[in-house]
């Protein structure tokens, strides 16, 4: 359980985020720090079994196997020496970040939007590494995501363009991990990260195994930034300076280096994952070092070489070797102190000078000395020089690149290039250093040394390189763990300082002397550099001229159904199913299968007359009020039709929708114009051609596709197994809210948006005069009129309700349930609402609201009961009162809730008023008052072939007073 507690430690800090900047503001920092420490705290005291090779597991079944495929989807978490490795790197550069951010954020700005993504983040990047489910996998990669976005983009327009490009990359390489996984998970026939790494069809599918490592290198690339992936991080540094040292230096780039690591023990020995990886990282470790030589700003100078160092560890994992592994998690551990210490300490010079730019800075040695030598510590560690441990990492490398199964030629061009890197690296570290503090033009006589609680958080993690060096070998049987989780095989980690005259320690030595030199002539050097920038063409640039073809495609493409009229919608669709429909059943290869004996009945007639005489009628009249009225008898017919054919569930949802939706339809209409404008005889014949061709397409489809084959297998499983193991008859009810509650959960919340965007935008609609033709009911000419209904509404309403608690109990075994009754309550309210003899809410406005998001709640409620027993949404059965009951009802009533919510919000948005612009209560006063004044309305529209004329402003004296 430690790892669950683990992890419910870091969901804490996100809800604990806000209430503590509301008591303590950017000191929030330091009760969060510690929250993170005590999750440390505890993996470290289980890690002696862990690095012992007895991984630490914990799962819980998320989705139940029910069709029998042996696979259950389990939110299961693992920690093995590489999984800790990278928890603790995120808990505890988290916790030093938090500190800092305590005294760096200022006051009362936005505090709390800070700290409760951080605390998201890192939340997300714990589960991604301790996950041991794909699904669960995939699912913190995408928060990750999503709270690297959120970051960058909270920092205003600065970090608008570069947090959209963020996104954009990275969930390219959600799609592409996506896809590695589902296939990987098929192939092995179960979702567990380690049941797939361990699965044998990577042996025996070796094209198979190629297309997923170039799918998960592609994943990790857009997370670690490199090539051509590697824009995106640099333009990221708009974000807050602790985001920059956190989610960029420490985890989320680190996410994706996780990623390639815990693949290595599959791909460590294919080729093409081998060249993949050495060749695009060492080339971006090359470029992005050149990149970083050429910026001014400290920031991006940091952000370059963050994606260079990136690239060297991509490259040494690239390699495949156990020691190759091992020297790339050193190197990680060595990049993400001196780079989280850099960003921060960078944030520092900032805060005191109030700029970043090496042109605008002066002699800063005397002014902060501990800044200074804090910075410079950090950038010896990031050059590689002797004695810090970003000295022992890159040796590692270098060492590992030795043993590159590229053949010795391709070695040797690999050492060259990792040279001409370093080089670089020694480059724009001395740039960094010599560029804040010694070269600058400014006058810094003002500036004075940061608090102590602003630069000592910052200096700690580079600093602690000198203190690690006297102590690597405590780090050998640690990261030999790691090493062997990551390769699947024994690796025996060495660290120290001296390892003997090498290839390795030549080549450091020879960059250390060009290197000297070049800090000699730096000025000279760097102007040309700055001079030069390459490429012409960035990253940023492709990216924006790609968003601005895929709009114009776009724009092209929508032409198609850039208008308002129906017919320009379905025209193409309806052309394209004829073309389908008539190749797939006339073609010659196509053989259809004997028609089933007994699907033809000649009673199936009257409900086609009634469809038939339906369709003739509204394809005739011109009046709006008929041809809904029309509209609705159709569905009568489908309806019939379905009860034929033994679905009575079907039939009286469908015949029920109908009804609401002709009284609905009703309402939208009364504001329209009588009847439908005439339209001309050429149109009317290249209408009658389409509508032949549609019809054409529905009968060879149905005729062709339909009544040829049994039920399938999955029917006869649910026909057969289902009320055995749900306890219910009504199939059709019981895979609705048990077998496949998930997709009607789906559905649900799609009909509560639903309901919440028709209150949107009904009260959002501009208020014009009514157009021609449109005929209001004025008040007080309805009272009459409405008195039977009232009278009947008193009978029917009641026994309504009832029917509609009869049916929603009987759903289980009967033909009903939550959505069927909830359309008889949805009719009860229409009856009311007719009853009226005015326009008004059924409910109060928000009532609607609340019965749509209950209903939600609710069946998301039923849905958590079920991982009491392992799996959501499973229902949980049991007897009580001698009566069967099930927890798939607490779902259904949350179905019956949200659709009462959309039918009741229907009625309020669309009966709520009698003519746009007036509101209820105006409308009552004005009733008590006295007469309303008649509507103000334009003349009728006369036939012909005009189009409808815009509405006349009454204001201007032209509109006539129109009563019915």
Known sequence: MSLLFVVALAVISVIFAPISVKVVDRKAGWPLAAIFAVAAYFLVRESGPILDGQALTWDITWVRDLLGTGVDVKFALRADALSLFFALLALVIGAIVFIYSAEYLPKNKGNTSFYTIMTAFTAAILLFVLADDVFVLFVAWELVSLASFMLIARSGSSGESGSIRTLILTFFGGLTLLTAVSIAATQAGTTSLDGILHAEFWAEKPILTAVIAVLIATSAFTKSAQFPFHFWLPEAMA?????????????????????????????????????????????????????????????????????????????????????ALGAAIVHTLSHALFKSSLFMLIGVIDHQTGTRDIRRLGFLVKKMPFTFVSVLVGALSMAAVPPLLGFVSKEGMLTAF????????????????????????????????????????????????????????????????????????????PLSAAATSAAGEPAQMHLALWHGINTPLLISLGVLALGIIGVLFRKELWKIAEANPFPIATGNDSLSMLVYRANRMGKFFGRMADSMSPRRHLVSVIVLLWALATVATLHPSVQLAPKQPGIDRWIDLVPLAIIALSVFGLVTTRNRLSSAVLAGTAGVGVSFQMLLLGAPDVALTQFLVEGLVVVIIMMVIRHQPAKFKRIKHSRRRSTVLISVLAAFAAFMTVWGLLGRHERSELAMWYLNEGPEITSGSNVVNTILVEFRALDTLGELSVLGMAAVVIGAVVSS?????????????????????????????????????????????????????????????????????????????????????????IGILMAVFSGVLGLTHGSFLYAIHFNFAGQHWTTSMIFDLGVYLAVLGMVSMAINGLGGYLRPGSDIKDLDYARQSGPLPATPAVEPEPDGDEDWPEPMNPASGNSKEVTR
């Open 239 to 323: 974000a807050a300076t602790p985001v920059s040292a956190f989610l960029h230096a420490a985890a989320v780039v680190k996410a994706g280096i996780y990623l390639l690591l815990r693949f290595s023990i599959v791909f460590h020995d294919v080729a093409v994952w081998n060249w993949l990886l050495i060749s695009v990282g060492m080339g971006t470790a090359i470029m992005s070092a050149y990149f970083a030589v050429q910026k001014t700003d400290l920031k991006k100078l940091t952000a370059y070489s963050t994606v260079s160092h990136l690239g060297w560890i991509v490259a040494t994992i690239g390699v495949g070797t156990p020691f």
């Open 402 to 477: 030795m043993d590159a199964p590229i053949g010795n030629s391709y070695v040797v061009l690999l050492l060259v290039g990792a040279a001409i890197g370093a080089v670089l690296t020694f480059t724009y570290s001395a740039k960094l250093v010599l560029g804040a503090f010694v070269d600058g033009p400014r006058d810094m006589s003002h500036v004075k040394e940061a608090p102590v609680a602003l630069w000592l958080p910052a200096a700690l993690p580079g600093l602690a390189s000198l203190p690690l060096i006297l102590a690597l070998s405590l780090f050998d049987a």
């Open 765 to 853: 609609m501009p208020r014009h005069p009514f157009a021609k033709g449109t005929h209001p009911r004025p008040f007080g000419q309805s009272n009459l009129n409405s008195i039977p209904l009232r009278m009947l509404v008193k009978v029917l309403v009641p026994a309504l309700c009832f029917l509609s608690f009869i049916v929603f109990m009987r759903g289980h075994n009967d033909p009903g349930g939550g959505f069927i009754a909830a359309l008889i309550a949805g009719a009860a309210l229409m009856f009311l609402y007719l009853s009226r003899a005015r326009d008004g809410r059924i409910f109060n406005q928000n009532v609607p609201f609340i019965l749509t998001g």
